[in-house]
């Protein structure tokens, strides 16, 4: 208490109820090609239909006509939709090359780099402009085709001055019709325009002396926007993105061109801030918003120029690491694990092992609280080739190897691929933390069953899985009856201790973690008999906590004047040393089946075999 000057009672308040926090042990980290979505920023996905929703759906399409080159994503994007088909929780951070693009138009872009931004057809109007505009000039209807004339336009141009493509023309008998194309000519110094629309006109021959023209979209707005608003309808244009051509895709009412507009929840309406935070599809540059500002309005204008780039074939390992580094801080984001996806191929070295060890040196080891899943190429389809990528891999407790690939459907293109086993392997350890505790093992036939599975690009038989586990390869299989399994729980690393194991070392993850993270509440205080006694009392309740659910067989904390000598004192420093027997996974059983003549009692033999 402070020392106090004159009589009086000084009252507080001593906190003593410290507890060790709870951790996350089930957030996975992948970094890959997906064809939308923010670059460079890790963003957390829950489900399948939030990834499509954030990512867009797994691509393999053709870059021509003459189907000579083909983007593709897939390994990496159902990669990802596998783990969360065992958790609900896996950080998604998108990379693309110097090549990728995003699609533009004259008043707006597309918000993330992308072709699918190619899809999107964006109307606009703005105040003033949403009511029809009568025209004096002449438009001559033909109901035997679906194209009108429309002539007596001076100056510099025909009808393309006062409509758009999208845009409706309003007949004298209210009839409308839109506008699918506008092609004119010159004659001196009058134009004539043909105007191409969506459907045919069924009336008489329509001969219009006056005509009105208006915004494509007013149907879908119950009244135009108000002083410097703005209304904005995003269509797409093909269905590359809904599966519907034409589907509205966004609908935005009376945005502002205004810096200062906000709505009347105080949130701001000013159409850069508004679509930058609220939109999926569109962005609105600061300069773009002064000509939007200045314009009427304009029917379904599609974007151009936008491109995916490098597809996950063709990405190179820079890209990907980059992507991978958002991750190296464990102060800054936690997860438990880091999902290679995609083995690189050939242009990442002639063994496809620099981005898996990257992962390893760079993101796990240096964090030390989080494992990477690695799988090999799907080029390596016999076990000596699986040992082959293996044996270039960094040793390393922190990491984990399957044995390969699996043959999966793929309901968006109605085929089936081969996708990395990976990502599954990881879903099996998350899901393991859901349904029991992380220091149990994810293998075997009650908790290492495989999802989604027609066949194994490799299924080792006994002897072949001998091979593999001996080399630190956690293998895969199929059995008749049982489904397909992972059959194996070592880490990869080349020392034999209690560490090979993945149940031991997520054991030890969780105990540094939440241990660590409840001994800084020690900081800045005295090291003396009643810290040290605290600090004991808060680890042993957990400890007894996580052996009573059999992670450990016993564990004892030493944290007194054996450790903390004076010398340790005078260094400013604190000691508590934490003894832990790790529970061990089963990974052989013997099973003795003994014949006993039947006059022979059973206590006479016992411990004899």
């Known amino acids: 208490m402070a020392f106090q000057l004159s009589p009086g009672v000084n009252i507080s308040e001593i906190d003593t109820t410290n507890v060790t926090p709870a951790v996350a042990t089930t957030e996975g980290a992948i970094a890959g090609v997906f064809r939308w979505g923010p670059t460079g920023k890790r963003i957390l996905v829950t489900s399948e239909q939030e990834l499509i929703a954030r990512f867009g759906k797994p691509a393999t399409y053709y870059t021509d006509a003459n189907l000579t080159a083909t983007w593709t994503n897939h390994e990496t994007w159902f990669s990802a939709s596998n783990f969360l088909s065992y958790s609900d929780a896996l950080f998604v951070t998108r990379v693309v090359s110097s090549a990728a693009a995003a699609a533009s138009g004259t008043n707006f872009d597309a918000l993330y780099m992308g072709s699918l931004g190619n899809s999107l057809s964006i109307s606009h109007c703005v105040a003033g402009n949403f009511e029809k505009v009568a025209r004096s000039e002449t438009l001559t209807i ?51 325009s043909t105007l191409t629309f969506a459907g045919k006109y069924t009336g008489a021959v329509e001969y219009a002396s006056t005509f009105s023209t208006q915004w494509g979209d007013a149907n879908l707005f119950d009244a135009g926007p108000s002083t410097n608003g703005v209304h904005v309808v995003v269509r797409d244009v093909d269905g590359k993105i809904s599966g519907v051509v034409g589907a509205v895709l966004e609908r935005w009412e009376n945005l502002s061109t205004s810096p200062t507009a906000t709505k009347y929840d ?19 540059s600061i300069g773009k918003s002064v000509l939007i500002a200045g314009s009427t309005f304009s029917s379904g ?11 996950e074939v063709g990405i190179t390992v820079g890209d990907l690491a980059a992507g991978y580094d958002l991750y190296v801080d464990s102060s800054d984001v936690d997860i438990s694990f880091v999902i290679q996806g995609r083995a690189k191929g050939p242009d990442d070295g002639s063994t496809g092992t620099t981005l898996a060890n990257y992962i390893i040196d760079n993101i796990c080891e240096v964090r030390k609280d989080c494992v990477a899943f690695i799988s090999p190429e799907l080029s390596d389809n016999s076990v000596d080739d699986i040992i082959d990528f293996a044996s270039t891999l960094s040793s390393s407790t922190f990491a984990v190897v399957d044995s390969g690939y699996k043959y999966q459907y793929d ?3 109605d085929v089936y691929r081969w996708i990395p086993l990976n990502a599954d392997v990881a879903g099996l350890c998350a899901r393991t933390d859901d349904i029991r505790d992380p220091w149990f093992s994810p293998a075997g036939y009650n908790r290492g069953n495989i999802k989604n599975v027609v066949k194994l690009r490799v299924n080792p038989s006994k002897s072949q899985r001998d091979l593999l586990y001996k080399n630190s390869i956690n293998p895969v299989i199929t059995q008749p009856g049982q489904g397909t399994v992972l ?57 007894r906590d996580v052996q009573g659910r059999r992670g450990i067989y016993d564990f004892r904390v030493i944290c007194d004047e054996t450790n903390n000598t004076a010398q340790v004192i005078d260094a400013n420093q604190f000691v508590g040393d934490i003894y832990i027997k790790p529970a061990r996974s089963i990974n052989f059983i013997q099973l003795n089946f003994v014949a006993v003549r039947s006059g022979v009692e059973f206590s006479e033999i016992v411990g004899q075999f």
């Open 142 to 192: 033909n109901p035997s085709s679906n194209t009108g004339v429309a002539t007596g336009f001076t100056g510099s141009t025909g009808i393309e001055a006062y409509a758009s493509i999208g845009d409706r023309v309003i007949l004298s008998n209210n009839t409308q019709l839109v506008i699918s194309a506008i092609s004119t000519a010159a004659d001196g110094g009058t134009f004539t």
């Open 266 to 284: 105080g949130s701001t309406n000013f159409i850069v801030d508004a679509l930058e935070q609220n939109s999926s599809w569109i962005a609105v």
């Open 301 to 311: 204008v599609t974007l151009t120029a936008g491109s995916d780039g490098l597809d």
């Open 411 to 413: 309901k968006f293109a």
């Open 487 to 543: 059959f194996g729980d070592k880490t990869f690393t080349s020392v034999a201790s209690a560490f090979d194991r993945i149940n031991v070392r997520r054991l030890f993850i969780v105990l540094e973690k939440t241990i660590g993270r409840a001994a800084k509440t020690t900081l800045f205080e005295f090291n003396d008999d009643f810290t040290r006694a605290q600090f004991t009392n808060l680890v042993e309740p957990f400890l």
